[in-house]
T-cell receptor, first 116, second 112 residues
Framework: AQKVTQAQTEISVVEKEDVTLDCVYE???????LFWYKQPPSGELVFLIR??????QNEISGRYSWNFQKSTSSFNFTITASQVVDSAVYFC?????????????FGQGTELSVKP | DGGITQSPKYLFRKEGQNVTLSCEQN?????MYWYRQDPGQGLRLIYY???????QKGDIAEGYSVSREKKESFPLTVTSAQKNPTAFYLC???????????FGSGTRLTVV
């Protein structure tokens, strides 16, 4: 069965620290997509990144980087030199190609608090 | 610009009243979803629709109803049968597995 686990419920760091948010997934499909979303205090979920199951290249976007490892079924998200504006809830999600309509399976979310 | 509009942003209702939350998209997406989020909690799927005039129950459908008469619209009714309706409600749509979801800005419902 498909499942996404974000074991870290809450993380608190001080500004400028690096922080990694863990995401582990389960799927029987060989073709799937992984996503990260950010939910700031305003509530709307914002898309951050998509990765397909055939592309294990790590990705960097400014202070954000993502490490995708199929061998461990993980898709971890690192924020370098965290800032207060990074404070939000972050969700990891999985969609399977066979799953009609593209329904996402979400992890429980990790609430990140960055203190000045 | 294409997107999803949820209205209203805040909604207050008396206990025992039904209330309908609006969700409209102009992205030409076939699939639409309703989620409920309680404070400090994750997203729980209420209902979803993958095509007009068809919808399926999610994990917590009891006390809710939906309709999908038009591709653009997927309203959610919170009925008086819902025991604890106060929550944040998010609507989303997708064009397929590759795209992930586009989310609305949410409706915060408070029942007093």
């Amino acid at each position: 069965a498909q499942k996404v686990t974000q074991a870290q419920t809450e993380i608190s760091v001080v500004e400028k620290e690096d922080v990694t948010l863990d995401c582990v997934y389960e799927t029987r499909d060989t073709t799937y997509y992984l996503f990260w979303y950010k939910q700031p205090p305003s509530g709307e979920l914002v898309f951050l990144i998509r990765r397909n199951s055939f592309d294990e290249q790590n990705e960097i976007s400014g202070r954000y980087s993502w490490n995708f490892q199929k061998s461990t079924s993980s898709f971890n998200f690192t924020i370098t030199a965290s800032q207060v504006v990074d404070s939000a809830v972050y969700f990891c999600a999985l969609s399977e190609v066979w799953n009609q309509g593209g329904k996402l399976i979400f992890g429980q979310g990790t609430e990140l608090s960055v203190k000045p | 610009d294409g997107g999803i509009t949820q209205s209203p942003k805040y909604l207050f209702r008396k206990e025992g009243q039904n209330v309908t939350l609006s969700c409209e998209q102009n992205l030409n997406h076939d699939a639409m979803y309703w989620y409920r989020q309680d404070p400090g909690q994750g997203l729980r799927l209420i209902y979803y629709s993958q095509i007009v005039n068809d919808f399926q129950k999610g994990d917590i459908a009891e006390g809710y109803s939906v309709s999908r008469e038009k591709k653009e619209s997927f309203p959610l009714t919170v009925t008086s049968a819902q025991k604890n309706p106060t929550a944040f409600y998010l609507c989303a749509s997708t064009g397929g597995a590759y795209y992930g979801y586009t989310f609305g800005s949410g409706t915060r419902l408070t029942v007093v």
